[in-house]
Each structure stands twice: as structure tokens, then as C-alpha cells.
């Protein structure tokens, strides 16, 4: 069995509230690389770790993460609806092994999936049925949030388990870096709002216009400078790509909730799905980042990375 990973980000405003052509360039110039990255490789199966953005998961039960064993994407700011080409026997076979190995992993046999797991398909493979997939939400919204070292340990887990099956596996990190984005919280929620987060109720396609049309305005207040959003952090961020590309995965469990936020933006937590992703190839053996791109993008409210490694 051999093993690569890719982290990327994500941002709904991608395609909706660009940055100038020359930063759009250069981030088209790192996803080729990561595309040609992936076309080498050739992969068998992508375990992809993703975030919701409350349109799967909700307060009436959340997760701090799940497999799925089926998944079925909404169709958010514009990206493809429909179902995900879900390999349901790799799922149950890497699902009974991070259990076997003390990790209380919650599985889904439908679940429900928004940009945060189709950008990644769409940009790297071109679509959301091209590639055998295990999807892996991770929880970096919702608080309460668990400590660092369950995400890495919830990777090495499933990277060990993956380890078993005679296959190329792509272990793929969708979100992240530091980030701000206006995303409703539960506490001091108005009753409304409230009762969507904890009981999931599908927004209409109105209300969804409206909800996504507000997220594209912050995005342009954010670079005009009216914004009250914590800014982008790039020292913060190229810390962890630091952490990411020595390997020592570690250092990253002393990392709090709250210095996360501080540090990151309320988002910031996306970056689990990176550590899961990194700490899934780590499980092998040594690794070597043999990509690395970084840039801060105010239009996307996000500082925007991509990345590529192989086990040595």
C-alpha cells in the first residue's frame, strides 16, 4: 500500500468575489501542480477530511467527526449537488478498524455534504463522481470542540487501518487556513436562528440566496476594510505548514480551542482536517511535502494554501 496527501482550501466565494487576476493565477498555478501531483499518484481511493457548515450537521447531534458510508452533496454556492462516488466497502473496512483501535467514530450511511467536501473534487478531479471516496467530516465550527490530539490520533487511526488495504490511498484536507468567515454560533442565537442550527431545517431556496448573498457582501466589506472579521494570520498559518511539513505532528496537541480562534479566526479549525489528513499519511511512515503554496486572499476571506506530500 502506498499514500499521499493533499491539503487545499476552500472558500465559497471562489468564482463569486475573486482577488486580481495575478493572485488568481498563481492559485491556479499551485491546484495544477497538486492536479499533476494526483494524476502521478494515480489513486485508488481518496479518504477526503472535510468541515459542514450546517447543512448536514446540526446541534441536535454533532459530532465532533464521522465517516460516511454514503454521502449526498446540497449544491451550496454553486457547486455540484448529487451524490458522491462513495466506496461503502473501504468506509466499513476503515470504519471497523479505527473503532477496533479506541477511536469513538460516528458513521453515517447518509450523510449530507456542501462545498467543503465538493470544492476539493471539483477542482482536483473535476468532479464529485470521478474518484472513489471516503468521506471524513470533521468538526471545526460547531462548539463545543474537542482537544487537537483526538484529530491527529482520529488520522492516525485511520491511516493505520488504511495501511491494511492493498491500495493507493489519497488522504485529502479540505479547508482552513485562518479565517473569519460569518458563521452563525449558537450561543446568543435569536430563537429563529436557534432552532435552525439545533434541528437542521433545509433553508429555502430563497432563504439559501439571501444566506449566501450576505457571506459574498462580507467578503467584500472584508477587503474594503469594514469588516469587524479577526484578519487573516499568515504567520499563524505558515506555522502550521511548518509543523505539517517537518512531520512533527505533536507539537500541534498543545494547541487550545481558544488560542486557535484567537490566533486564527473563528474558522481557524478548519485546519483539523489537515492534521487528520497529515497525521492518516504520518501513520506509514516519514513523509516529504514536496509542494507547498501560501497565500492570504482577503476577497476569500481566507488565507488559502495547498499543499502535496508522498511517503518517502
Not at 442565537?189 to 431556496?205: K, M
Request: aromatic letters at 8%.
Amino acid at each position: 500500500m502506498t499514500a499521499a496527501a493533499v491539503g487545499l482550501s476552500h472558500s465559497p466565494l471562489i468564482g463569486k468575489n475573486d482577488p486580481e487576476p495575478d493572485v488568481l493565477a498563481r492559485v491556479g498555478e499551485a491546484v495544477t501542480a497538486a492536479r499533476e501531483f494526483i494524476q502521478a499518484f494515480d489513486p485508488e481511493l481518496v479518504v477526503l477530511f472535510a468541515p459542514d457548515h450546517y447543512n448536514g450537521f446540526f446541534y441536535k447531534e454533532m459530532p465532533p467527526f464521522c465517516l460516511a458510508t454514503e454521502a449526498h452533496a446540497v449544491g451550496d454556492f454553486g457547486s455540484t449537488a448529487g451524490p458522491l462516488s462513495v466506496d461503502s466497502g473501504a468506509a466499513k473496512l476503515i470504519a471497523r478498524g479505527v473503532l477496533d483501535r479506541g477511536i469513538d467514530l460516528t458513521v453515517s450511511s447518509r450523510m449530507t455534504v456542501d462545498h467543503g467536501f465538493v470544492q476539493p473534487l471539483e477542482m482536483l478531479f473535476g468532479g464529485i463522481a470521478e474518484v472513489p471516496v471516503v468521506p471524513v467530516f470533521v468538526n471545526g465550527v460547531a462548539t463545543p470542540l474537542g482537544p487537537v490530539h483526538r484529530i491527529r490520533a482520529l488520522g492516525t487511526a485511520i491511516g493505520d487501518t488504511a495501511n491494511e488495504l492493498d491500495l493507493r490511498v489519497l488522504y485529502l484536507a479540505s479547508g482552513g487556513l485562518s479565517h473569519d468567515p460569518p458563521v452563525p454560533v449558537l450561543d446568543g442565537a435569536p430563537p429563529r436562528v436557534a432552532d435552525a442550527l439545533i434541528e437542521g431545517h433545509p433553508p429555502t431556496p430563497v432563504q439559501r440566496a439571501k444566506g449566501e448573498e450576505r457571506v459574498v457582501q462580507a467578503g467584500r466589506d472584508y477587503v474594503a476594510g469594514t469588516s469587524t472579521m479577526i484578519p487573516i494570520n499568515p504567520d499563524w498559518d505558515n506555522h502550521l505548514l511548518d509543523v505539517l511539513q517537518t512531520g512533527a505532528l505533536a507539537e500541534l496537541d498543545d494547541w487550545t480551542v481558544e488560542g486557535m480562534a484567537e490566533h486564527g479566526g473563528g474558522s481557524a479549525h478548519e485546519v483539523r482536517t489537515w492534521i487528520a489528513a497529515y497525521a492518516a499519511l504520518a501513520a506509514g511512515g516519514e513523509y516529504e511535502m514536496n509542494h507547498r503554496f501560501y497565500e492570504a486572499i482577503p476577497a476569500w476571506i481566507a488565507g488559502f494554501a495547498v499543499t502535496t506530500a508522498r511517503r518517502r
